[in-house]
């Protein structure tokens, strides 16, 4: 009976930290957006880490410049739209601007995986 009463309060005490660090998603499109842009720039300070030390190649962190580049332009395609459901021209195809955020969010993902593992 003791472990549950330990996790419930662990979990309590969790909770009550994320909410103090403001740790919570974005919930309004403006706020997407933005968090996109700063999922961006960490990516962008990672492969310029990666390259200053000499984790990867220059060639390799152009080849993630320009896959970030292809990121950036969705996520300012999506930003023009002023809500997610408003049909953009994203990758090609036309598409509400929250799947073409989604898309630039994977890219950055992807690239945020693989610098992570380069450290």
Known sequence: MRLPKVFLALT????VG????ALTTPQTWKQKIA???GALTSVYEGITSCVQ?????????????DQADTARAA???????????TITMCFGKAVPALQCLQ???TVLNGLSAYLNARK
Request: glycine share 10%.
């Open 12 to 15: 309590l005490l969790v909770t």
């Open 18 to 21: 994320c909410a103090e660090l």
């Open 35 to 37: 968090y996109a842009n």
């Open 53 to 65: 030390s000499m984790s990867c190649s220059k060639d390799t962190g152009r080849l993630l410049v």
């Open 75 to 85: 996520i300012d395609i999506a930003g023009a739209a002023p809500n997610g459901e």
């Open 103 to 105: 898309g630039a969010q």
